[in-house]
């Protein structure tokens, strides 16, 4: 069987993937709709293809050779919107993550990349895959190399054989140079002959097979009009056909045994996946991964006491502390063994054994005893399950290295040791394999070397980083905030929140119910009943029998896709119950029996994780489940904050919101006047931007100029561009570019603080916070356009959303301690954006609603004042 070369388009999958999904963007601002896409197809590339060479062809520039022949070759392109432009650094991240080649060459388009090594690879009798969105790569079928081109989505494809095109566009390969050459391409400016359309170049074709001898027998074209139109247009029909010509012998330095693929690391992938927030493909990397053949290094040997008795002596008050499990969720996974290091000896003990000592006990629970650990919050809980609460944890390797590079993917024991030249120990996957074949070694030495090594290294690297944290002024940061902040977290954690698993169950009943009814209101607004899941049965009913006007065509009908329906819906009263449909059975199947799914049978708990070192701008995030992501813009979403209930009878759900703190922290930063002013003077912030960016009084501001005006607004806090507001708006990018000039305009202030913060990134590399948390950006003086461009937009909102995320850290802390101080039973559950969810007995609410708002109000001092709203019910959802 031959080797396989799959070549990728990555211009063009980039192209359909940005334009084919919504514009995301995940917990770090960074938008990632077209490297999901693409992500998904490469995926789907892998595992089906399992592909011997692989490649991602790039165009390197806007000119190429095809300039010198046609100056508007591509001219009427619009600018590429920037959410896209900036997505393609992180593409070349993801390629390198999955150790995939990409190549692009000045003066050349990927096509013509593409052609050279397809062809090459063809003549020595290897098996070719392209895949694309371009026609124009068809002209390289043949019997070795077929073409894959997207049709709806990327993951979507037809793929074209000889006989496949023939039978499908009844042309041969060959010819498709000519017919693009025929009917020109408004894509790339292509002018072909001016009328001549698909099924008349197909005409044309099948009568006298190439464009050269249809010129030569003009006469014999039936109809004058189209004989006259081709005699007119010939110099741009000969034109045309040179353009679309894919250059198949191009200047490149690589050839089909350099572009050899051996696979991808699984955890190289996951922690990417992880970064940008991937969670949903983190499955597919498991079994998709290369077991590396790790070199395996001769470290030096050490001496691990396995102890059979623990007893008070063991203890200096200044160890270094290993709790090792084996999978990521703490919660569920068990302890399998616990390394102590010190001054005097590196020993293990077995959680029975540390569960079964009161030696242990009292140590780990004295505050005086100083514990250096890796993720304080999970060692916390992991304790906890086993009725241990450790006090006393000093150092925190996972928060100091988080710290210190937040952009780094990886911070456990090895990967840290590693960059900081303490690398006597293996890194997990070596001990342990991974993925499915992730297992405790058989060989107990063998596991007890390692994590006190583990230990070790922890141990060793203390000093080193905490003096770091003191150079950087992060220090306090560390020490005041975040280290108490793990400890509230894991109680948290620990404390998990009540769900009704009753009532999630009922809403799971009474969405099918609203499902059915809403499907059977489709089918009579349609006049028949059909499979609303099906674009092929959907599309005839809206665009045939409905005579909806068609907003977009793919190669098997029309596009039902979620932007189409979008645009329709004024249209027709089916539209939005299509829409509506959609989202009850994402709700039903990723909420509701999503929810079930984790609930703990014994205590009828969800016990969440919150990521503490995760996001560049220093913000929580959730999973196992994300409780921050419950839709609650549908109001069927926000019924399912229902089932979250106080663990106690005669409690209630207490929830306090800080009202548009990103803008507060934006006006307290820029010190623009009459941001400052607005909230001082408590004015609704969305009716003051309206006022001023439509230039009416603020009595006169409609409801339709505050929406713009808060998508102003917010989008200005996250860096937004003309492209993006034009979509949250559905205006064109010009008017959108109008109002982000009038908003500038309004408030000097704010292009003010701007253009100095991204001066200042450039001198010294880096953003931070109000309490020093900082963000690197090493692209900031990138030559690369659209790298460059990232890091300024960076620069401009990490202070921002950092310094919101630092503001409600520092209310948690505060607010721990005050209700300690009170002696009141209220405990936080969750906090989910800007919000803290409390539980609390009835009789504590009053003294509550005055305790809340004061801490959260003033846990630090800006120059416009915090607002937190505050409610309470029986249910999250109640309290709100």
Known sequence: MAEKVVLIDGNSIAYRAFFALPLLNNDKGVYTNAVYGFTTMLLKILEEDRPDHLLVAFDAGKTTFRHKTYKEYKGG??????????????????????????????????????????????????????????KDLLQLVNDQVSVSLTKKGITNVDTYTPSFMLEKMEIRPEQIIDFKALMGDSSDNIPGVQGVGEKTAVKLLKQFDTLEKMYEQLDEVNGKKLKEKLELNKDDALMSQQLVTIECNAPIEINVTDIAYEGYQTQKVSQFFKELGFQSLLSRVQEGGLEEDVEKEDLPEIEVEVLEDIHAELFTGKEAVVIEMLHDNYHTSPIEGIAIVNDDKKYVISIEQAEQSEAFKEWAEDME???????????????MRHGIEMKGISFDLLLASYLINPSENNHDIPAVGHRRGAAEVKYDEEVYGKGAKLKRPDNDETFHEHISRKASALYLMKD??????????QYELYKDLEMPLAVILGRMEHRGVRVDVERLQQMGEELEGRLNKVEEE????????????SPKQLGPILFEKLELPVIKKTKTGYSTSADVLEQLEGQHEIIPKILLNRQLRKLKSTYIEGLLKVVHED???????????????????????????????????????????????????????????????????????????????GEDIHTQTASEVFGVASDEVTGEMRRQAKAVNFGIVYGISDYGLSQSLGITRKEAQAFIDKYFESYPGVKAYMDETVREAKEVGYV??????????????????????????????????GSAADIIKKAMIDLEERLQKEKLQAKVLLQV????????????????????????????????????????????????
């Not at 997505?87 to 050279?116: C, H, M, N, R, S």
């Not at 489709?522 to 899941?533: C, M, P, R």
């Not at 020093?772 to 300024?792: C, G, H, V």
């Open 77 to 134: 392109r619009q600018k590429t919107p920037s959410e896209l432009s900036e997505q393609f650094p992180v593409l070349k991240e993801l390629l390198d993550a999955f150790e995939v080649k990409y190549y692009q060459l000045e003066q050349y388009e990927a096509d013509d990349i593409i052609g050279t090594l397809a062809t090459q690879a063809g003549e020595k009798g290897l098996e070719v895959k392209v895949i694309s969105g371009d």
């Open 768 to 801: 931070t916070t109000f309490m020093n948390r900082r963000r690197y950006l090493p692209d900031i003086k990138s030559r690369n356009f659209n790298m460059r461009s990232f890091a300024e937009r960076t620069a401009m909102n990490t202070p921002i959303q």
């Open 464 to 473: 080193d980083m905490e003096e770091e944290l003191k150079q950087n002024e």
């Open 603 to 681: 205590t009828n708990k969800i016990h969440t994780r919150f990521n503490q070192a995760l996001t560049q701008t220093g913000r929580l995030s959730s999973t196992d489940p994300n409780l921050q992501n419950i839709p609650i813009r549908l109001e069927e979403g926000r019924k399912i904050r229902q089932a979250f209930i106080p663990s106690e009878e005669g409690w209630l759900i207490f929830a306090s919101d800080y009202s548009q703190i990103e803008l507060r922290v934006l006006a307290h930063i820029a010190q623009d006047e009459k941001l400052v002013q607005a909230f001082k003077a």
């Open 833 to 880: 954006h800007d919000e803290l969810i409390i539980e609390a007995p009835k009789e504590e609410i009053p003294e509550l609603e005055k305790i809340v708002a004061s801490v959260m109000e003033n846990t630090v001092e800006l120059d416009v004042p915090l607002k937190v709203d505050s409610s309470y019910g029986d249910t999250w959802y109640d309290a709100k």
């Open 522 to 533: 489709i089918y009579q607004l349609a006049g028949e009943s059909f499979n609303l899941n």
């Open 369 to 383: 005893k100083e514990k250096w650990v890796f993720d304080a919050k999970r060692t916390l809980v992991a304790l």
